[in-house]
């Protein structure tokens, strides 16, 4: 299994405790994805993505279709195959990507609300 994306406290973190409500994505990734005891309920899965899909920034809907996609093949794989875990990392690797672009726009933000300026020159 892949290893968390930069920026995401371990599951055993008291930082869930406030960030999970405002992380969603971070919080499933960190205390189920990546759990290894989680039954890896696909149909589940893929509810959530789309719903969370439906708030999403359109930017980031492609993303969103990645992981419903890789979610869909990964139901389809024998999950005592060798291709098994391989199949998981590619539902993985979008949503990290997506957690990624979010740490991305906060640390912006953040940035911005701090000097008034942003990065990007205006």
Do not use: F, Q
């Amino acid at each position: 299994m892949k290893d968390l994306p930069p920026g995401l406290p371990p599951a055993d973190s008291r930082k869930w405790h406030n960030r999970r409500w405002w992380d969603r994505l971070g919080y499933l990734r960190v205390r189920s994805l990546a759990n290894p005891h989680w039954s890896r309920d696909m149909p589940w899965l893929i509810t959530w993505l789309r719903r969370e899909r439906s708030i999403a920034l359109p930017a980031d809907h492609d993303l969103y279709d990645k992981a419903i996609a890789a979610a869909r093949t990964y139901a389809r794989t024998p999950r005592r195959s060798p291709e098994a875990e391989h199949a998981w990392d590619r539902v993985l690797d979008p949503v990290d990507e997506l957690l990624t672009r979010h740490r991305t726009r906060h640390l912006a933000a953040t940035h911005e609300a701090r000097t008034g300026r942003s990065d990007t020159g205006s």
